[in-house]
């Protein structure tokens, strides 16, 4: 099994809709993020989370909402998606130590 | 504030050709330095990390210097083989930051 994963794989929404994408993790790490990748944009960080009782807003968190609902689970929420939140959503988990990130392989979402 | 600037791609190269991909930073503190790898349709995976200036990070044939005089972590493979072809992404972390900064990512195709 992957130590991140993401569900679901592949998604297509449309305007209006709540939609919720979900991420666990077997690495015992404490630290939870999730980015979006657009072309040419690189990644960009919408939350993350250091503990179950920590969230944070990243650099473009309007619009989304998160959950944490234990160490291992971090769930992303679009409550009414649009369609420019049509991208690449990552998923990634770090240790304390800053060793690198661990990224699950990635939810992509249209907003049609 | 704290950044990554990446050269732009897509690059493409012949089979056996020597690679460098350009990575700079801005930074206030001290960080870590990271080259990431996308291969199609997969997640991100670290590829070799730096923790403080002149130290070199290696995997799977790839190297990068951490060299603080110039801000820079550019990747460099001797030969570059079909496999190879991926997004990679520079990226740091500060001691006392909360998340990643990634560069924009390169794409890379190398041709047989």
């Known amino acids: 099994d992957a130590d991140v994963t993401q569900t679901p794989r592949n998604r297509i929404t449309k305007t209006g809709k709540r939609i919720m994408l979900e991420c666990s993790q077997t690495?015992?790490?404490?630290?939870m993020y999730w980015y979006r990748q657009d072309p040419g944009l690189g990644l960009r960080l919408i939350y993350y989370s250091f503990d179950v009782k920590d969230i944070n807003k990243g650099e473009i968190s309007d619009g989304y909402s998160v959950s944490r609902q234990a160490q291992a689970k971090f769930s992303l929420s679009l409550e009414s998606a649009i369609p420019n939140q049509t991208a690449l959503y990552f998923c990634a988990t770090s240790d304390r130590d800053r060793s690198g990130y661990t990224f699950g392989s990635g939810t992509r979402l249209t907003v049609v | 504030g704290d950044s990554v600037t990446q050269m732009e791609g897509p690059v493409t190269l012949s089979e056996e050709a020597f690679l460098t991909i350009n990575c700079t930073y801005t930074?206030?503190?001290?960080?870590?330095l990271f080259w990431y790898v996308q291969y199609p349709g997969e997640g991100l995976q670290l590829l070799l990390k730096?923790?403080?200036?002149?130290d070199k990070g290696s995997n799977k044939g790839f190297e990068a210097t951490y060299r603080k005089e110039t801000t820079s972590f550019h990747l460099e493979k001797g030969s570059v083989q079909v496999s190879d072809s991926a997004v990679y992404f520079c990226?740091?972390?500060?001691?006392?930051?909360?998340?990643?900064?990634f560069g924009t990512g390169t794409s890379l195709t190398v041709i047989p």
């Open positions: 730096a923790t403080k200036a002149d």
């Open positions: 930074a206030t503190g001290y960080p870590s």
């Open positions: 990226a740091l972390s500060l001691n006392t930051g909360n998340q990643f900064y």
């Open positions: 690495k015992g790490h404490d630290r």
